[in-house]
T-cell receptor, first 113, second 114 residues
Framework: KQEVTQIPAALSVPEGENLVLNCSFT??????LQWFRQDPGKGLTSLLL?????REQTSGRLNASLDKSSGRSTLYIAASQPGDSATYLC????????????FGEGTQLTVNP | NAGVTQTPKFRILKIGQSMTLQCTQD?????MYWYRQDPGMGLKLIYY???????DKGEVPNGYNVSRSTTEDFPLRLELAAPSQTSVYFC?????????????FGSGTQLSVL
């Protein structure tokens, strides 16, 4: 059974700081890994998707990396802004689970002005 | 651009009542999903559908039913509401099973069963 863990559960940083969010998974046989952003009272928005054959993906100030062999992914946020405050979730799609995703519990990020 | 639309946004039910959570998408996606999210937890898959007329159970299907009569709509039915079903429910959709295919979410329905 795939298990996904995110550390830390909560993170508070001053504006402008670079930061890293961590995601680990127990089964390395994955199709892809997605990072989502969730704002209070809102749905999830997909930020980055890394396919199993890829090592990283970048979008603006966000960079996500994937190391399948070690079962780890990181989301790097450069020059953090108060608008980045949200909960960030990672989710993996296993090779044997069809279209289904397994989610981590999320990291609640607060960027202080 | 509507995307995935869920109604209602909030609902309070009494134990034993029934209700249907509505979900519709306008992206012509084949795959649709229902997830629930409990406080401080990740999302758990309730049911999913790979196309009109085809549904299957996810991790936590007990107490729920679904149908998929059209590509656009995927309603979730609670027949006998229980306090354990207090949660935030999210509907999602994707176009295909390609490895680069992203998941699109609705804004959620917050349900309380008292």
């Amino acid at each position: 059974k795939q298990e996904v863990t995110q550390i830390p559960a909560a993170l508070s940083v001053p504006e402008g700081e670079n930061l890293v969010l961590n995601c680990s998974f127990t089964d390395s046989a994955i199709y892809n890994l997605q990072w989502f952003r969730q704002d209070p009272g809102k749905g999830l928005t997909s930020l980055l998707l890394i396919q199993s054959s890829q090592r990283e993906q970048t979008s603006g100030r966000l960079n996500a990396s994937l190391d399948k062999s070690s079962g780890r992914s990181t989301l790097y946020i450069a020059a953090s802004q108060p608008g980045d405050s949200a909960t960030y979730l990672c989710a993996v799609r296993r090779e044997t689970s069809g279209s289904r995703l397994t989610f981590g519990e999320g990291t609640q990020l607060t960027v202080n002005p | 651009n509507a995307g995935v639309t869920q109604t209602p946004k909030f609902r309070i039910l009494k134990i034993g009542q029934s209700m249907t959570l509505q979900c519709t998408q306008d992206m012509n996606h084949n795959y649709m999903y229902w997830y629930r999210q409990d406080p401080g937890m990740g999302l758990k898959l309730i049911y999913y559908s790979v196309g009109a007329g085809i549904t299957d159970k996810g991790e936590v299907p007990n107490g729920y039913n679904v149908s998929r009569s059209t590509t656009e709509d995927f309603p979730l039915r609670l027949e006998l509401a229980a306090p354990s079903q207090t949660s935030v429910y999210f509907c999602a959709s994707s176009r295909s099973l390609a490895t680069n295919e992203k998941l699109f979410f609705g804004s959620g329905t917050q349900l309380s069963v008292l």
